[in-house]
């Protein structure tokens, strides 16, 4: 996978200005790779011990081969952008830190949080966000920390969503040797976020596909407390569309049955995460659904500061997102030659 924008040997020895972003995803690489062509010093930091953001810790290696990845990240560093990963910033390094080091900043950190189901039960053991089951799975399977850190999730999985994170929650349930995986959906698959072909090799897997369902609470086990041990389910029916133009799931009344489980994987949305530091958000302005407010020129609230990636837009693609980085980074670096004026606000 390609990230560098121009020929290794057409890269400039000279640095005009320096960019750090923080974030190292489809985004973040995007922007890097136009960046260091430009002319610019360039470091990127992550919180993973690798760079690639979800490209390397939550797509599975079937639709996104690692080794790819990896290669243009190489490229990259050969091209002359630092990384620096296994750092937390707002926790580890300052934001507001970076932004007084840098002539400017990137932010691209993502979504990186599961939205959670607030029912009954939603606390019992067992029951997990999935994008977070995922990452901690990836980091144990390519050598990072050791497997038995990441909880077993027994005989018995029903995974909620109907997205990528979703989809791949499966993906992983299997992988990890779970015989039974129920993947539910309020929806049906036409409707999904990950498309019908994602569901059908599901269940060319095995997977017990259950659309128009949706839980209402968790079961906790008679004969350990604290414990899921099934999950009760209502059926749904289709109305008029909702604020997305899809159509709204309406349950049925005494529709209800139960699937018995051990474990939960819920992946119904990502939340932004913005590597704020605590108890300030640095004068950037957060959108109602917590994605980072920029103008059309990627500029964030504060001076200095541009975001991109799903941060910015929320929960997309790799396309997007890569779109994202590449198109913010010709206004950093307009901002950085002096030709990207003023500011929004200000
Ligand atoms: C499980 C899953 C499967 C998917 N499958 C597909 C697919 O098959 N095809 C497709 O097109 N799209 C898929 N997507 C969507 C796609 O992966 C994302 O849209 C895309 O990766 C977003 O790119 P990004 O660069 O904005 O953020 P990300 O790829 O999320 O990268 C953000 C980076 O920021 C870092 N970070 C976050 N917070 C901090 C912090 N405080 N300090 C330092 N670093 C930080 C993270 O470690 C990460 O490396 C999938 C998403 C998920 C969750």
Redesign the pocket.
């Given at each position: 996978m390609r990230f560098l924008g121009c020929r290794l040997e057409d890269v400039p020895v000279a640095r005009r200005g320096s960019v750090v972003i923080?974030?190292?995803?489809?985004?973040?690489?995007g922007a890097a790779g136009r960046l260091v062509c430009r002319g610019h010093e360039v470091v990127v930091?992550?919180?993973?011990p690798e760079?690639?953001?979800?490209?390397i810790?939550?797509?599975p290696e079937f639709?996104?081969p690692k080794d790819r990845v990896r290669a243009g990240v190489a490229e990259l560093r050969e091209a002359g952008v630092e990384f620096k990963t296994g750092?937390?910033?707002?926790?580890d390094v300052s934001l507001e830190n970076l932004i007084r080091e840098f002539d400017a900043v990137l932010i691209?950190?993502?979504?990186?949080e599961t939205r959670r189901l607030r029912i009954p039960g939603a606390e019992l053991e067992g029951v997990y966000g999935?994008?977070e089951y995922?990452v901690n799975y990836f980091l144990a399977k390519y050598g990072y920390r050791p497997l038995e850190s990441v909880p077993p999730l027994g005989e018995r999985s029903v995974v909620v969503g109907g997205?990528?994170?979703a989809?791949?929650?499966c993906h992983v349930a299997l992988e990890r040797g779970v015989r039974e995986v129920h993947l539910v959906y309020r929806r049906t698959r036409r409707e999904a976020p990950a498309g019908p072909e994602e569901f059908k090799r599901l269940e060319e897997r095995g997977v017990v596909v259950h659309e128009l369902v949706s839980p209402k609470r968790y079961i906790e086990c008679s004969g350990r407390r604290g414990r899921v041990c099934g999950v009760e389910l209502i059926r749904m029916e289709l109305g008029e569309p909702d604020e997305t133009g899809r159509p709204r799931p309406i349950p049925v009344p005494g529709s209800e049955f139960i699937l018995e489980t051990d474990s939960v994987l819920e992946a119904v949305g990502?939340r932004p995460?913005p590597?704020f530091d605590p108890g300030t958000d640095h004068g950037i302005r957060l959108n109602r659904d917590g994605t980072i407010w920029t103008d059309e020129f990627f500029r964030t609230s504060r001076r200095k500061v541009f975001a991109?990636?799903?941060?910015r837009h929320g929960?997309?693609?790799?396309?997007?997102?890569?779109k994202?980085?590449i198109d913010a980074s010709q206004w950093i670096h307009k901002y950085l030659v002096g030709e990207l004026k003023g500011w929004p606000g200000l």
């Open positions: 923080i974030g190292a995803g489809p985004a973040g690489l930091v992550d919180k993973m760079p690639g953001g979800l490209l810790f939550g797509i639709r996104i750092i937390v910033v707002g926790k691209a950190t993502g979504t990186w999935a994008l995922i997205g990528y994170t989809v791949d929650a990502l995460t590597p991109a990636g799903d941060v929960p997309s693609k790799i396309g997007p997102a890569l994202s980085g």
